[in-house]
């Protein structure tokens, strides 16, 4: 979840993105000394909680 993602060229336009956000992410909350941790459930969302 938290690996940075390079995605080609050819991916069209239905994809967006970068794919870096939650690896950015997780280097600024740990630099704080904090934690993320995700809860995920296929069908129902997710939930992402930062402590700092």
Do not use: C, P, W
Request: aromatic fraction near 6%; charge should be positive.
């Amino acid at each position: 979840m938290f690996e940075r993602y390079y995605r080609g060229t050819n991916t069209g336009t239905k994809h967006k993105g970068s794919g870096l956000g939650m690896a950015i992410a997780n280097d600024i909350v740990k630099a704080h000394d904090g934690s993320i941790n995700i809860k995920s459930q296929l069908g129902v969302g997710t939930e992402i909680e930062i402590i700092l």
